[in-house]
């Protein structure tokens, strides 16, 4: 008579019992609500650098943390803050209103706004520099604004009246989803170039 190991024998009677060894979760699998002590705002994006979570939102609110458990917020403007990255150094978030804010420590911030009436909801870095995009409403034109110390921005035509989704940075590109599944393309943020995805639908949003 031929006999298993123990083990093969214990893990079939587990699977007879529908019963399972117990394993290590990843820390990916659970998640937990925490809250910035700032109820009334919604928060739009969030960034870590520099040993600090930042996350922006409506009413010109920035809430900062070192844990992701206990925050610490402040409204350096009045203006709704899209988007918050972190890039060499420091902190850049943008808003409405052409609004550009910098922090190296994610408590003090300068208001680095180039004074255009750019509607900013996207920001990103890559290449050695920051690249914002926004819209204007008249004319309705899309822009992206660029600058290597995002203290100094310079602003570039970009498309007509296009719905914009998210930006990313990888491989050495930015890319910008807009409209019917056609992606834009740039490596400086001032020359962009389309690339269909093969999709039909609005592009909203991508990562990397």
Same mark, same amino acid.
């Given at each position: 008579?031929?006999?298993?190991?123990?083990?093969?024998?214990?893990?079939?009677?587990?699977?007879?019992l529908?019963?399972?060894?117990?394993?290590?979760?990843?820390?990916?699998?659970?998640?937990y609500?925490?809250?910035?002590?700032?109820?009334?705002?919604?928060?739009?994006?969030?960034?870590?650098?520099?040993?600090?979570?930042?996350?922006?939102?409506?009413?010109?609110?920035?809430a900062?943390?070192?844990?992701?458990?206990?925050?610490?917020?402040?409204?350096?403007t009045?203006?709704?803050?899209?988007?918050? &990255?972190? =890039?060499? %150094?420091?902190? *850049?978030?943008?808003?409405?209103? $052409? +609004?550009? !804010?910098? /922090?190296?420590?994610? @408590?003090?911030?300068e208001?680095?706004?180039?004074?255009?009436?750019?509607?900013?909801?996207?920001?990103?870095?890559?290449?050695?520099?920051?690249?914002?995009?926004?819209?204007?409403?008249?004319?309705?034109?899309n822009?992206?604004l660029?600058?290597?110390?995002?203290?100094?921005?310079?602003?570039?035509?970009?498309?007509?009246?296009?719905?914009a989704?998210?930006? &990313?940075? =990888?491989? %050495?590109?930015f *890319?910008?989803?807009?409209?019917? $599944? +056609?992606? !834009?393309? /740039?490596?400086?943020? @001032?020359?962009?170039?389309?690339?269909?995805?093969?999709?039909?639908?609005?592009?909203?949003?991508?990562?990397?």
């Open positions: 008579m031929k006999t298993r190991p123990l083990h093969q024998i214990t893990f079939s009677l587990l699977a007879l529908g019963l399972t060894l117990p394993c290590a979760a990843h820390p990916l699998d659970l998640w609500s925490r809250f910035t002590n700032s109820p009334a705002t919604t928060f739009y994006s969030v960034a870590y650098g520099n040993g600090n979570f930042v996350a922006v939102g409506g009413s010109g609110a920035i900062r943390s070192t844990d992701g458990n206990h925050w610490t917020v402040t409204n350096p009045a203006q709704v803050l899209n988007e918050v &990255t972190y =890039g060499s %150094g420091k902190f *850049v978030a943008v808003g409405y209103g $052409g +609004t550009i !804010l910098t /922090s190296s420590n994610a @408590i003090n911030w208001d680095h706004s180039p004074g255009t009436n750019i509607y900013l909801q996207k920001i990103s870095f890559g290449n050695s520099r920051f690249v914002a995009l926004g819209y204007t409403i008249s004319p309705a034109f822009w992206s660029v600058s290597t110390d995002g203290i100094a921005w310079s602003n570039y035509f970009v498309a007509s009246n296009k719905p989704g998210g930006l &990313t940075f =990888g491989n %050495g590109l *890319v910008y989803p807009l409209a019917k $599944g +056609t992606n !834009l393309l /740039s490596a400086d943020g @001032i020359s962009w170039w389309s690339r269909p995805s093969g999709l039909t639908n609005d592009l909203y949003m991508i990562g990397s």
